[in-house]
């Protein structure tokens, strides 16, 4: 439901000017994102979590936005949607994004705080200190790493590490322990 793939652009009044059900304001840009998030977690067993990606923010004035994502947010915990990844972007080429070190953690931390239900922290999060940090200040539930994880495969075992805790290696690793 992010990125400009098919939810999000329904979702967006950048690439929805549908005027059915579908299009026009926010209930009935979201209804398929709602729609769809109700039958999946219908499907999935209860003991088994259900994530859903969002773009929080469309970085456009007058497009999809943060507060959008709140009102998504809490459509989504009355369905037992049970945590929000909350990444932004994806649907506007000209769009201005203020990149830098953990620029997408305050979508996760606003809709946490905003909504009661569980996020996910996502955006340029490289570092064990800056992931501990946004867990302990209580910005997000989990950190989500992406290209950093492509960058170093081993990243989890190296922070770790780092924060003096001790982690299970896989099995075919642990004699380099």
Avoid at 126 to 131: F, K, L
Avoid at 162 to 174: A, R
Wanted: with cysteine; hydrophobic share 40%; proline share 4%.
């Amino acid at each position: 439901m992010a990125h400009g793939y098919l939810i999000h652009e329904f979702l967006s009044p950048l690439s929805n000017h549908r005027n059915d059900k579908y299009g026009g304001g926010f209930e009935n840009r979201s209804r398929l994102a709602l729609q769809v998030a109700k039958a999946v977690r219908q499907t999935v067993p209860q003991n088994l979590p259900v994530f859903v990606r969002i773009s929080a923010t469309d970085w456009i004035d007058g497009a999809w936005d943060v507060e959008q994502s709140v009102q998504l947010a809490i459509q989504f915990k009355e369905i037992g949607i049970d945590l929000i990844d909350c990444s932004s972007g994806g649907n506007a080429a000209k769009a201005s994004i203020l990149v830098g070190p953990g620029f997408q953690v305050q979508f996760s931390e606003k809709i946490r705080k905003e909504t009661g239900i569980l996020t996910g922290a996502v955006g340029m999060i490289t570092t064990a200190d800056q992931a501990e940090s946004i867990l302990s200040d209580g910005r997000a539930d989990l950190v989500i790493l992406g290209r950093e994880m492509l960058r170093d495969p081993y990243w989890p075992l190296h922070t770790a590490k780092e924060l003096k805790t001790e982690v299970e290696w896989p099995k075919q690793y642990s004699r380099a322990k």
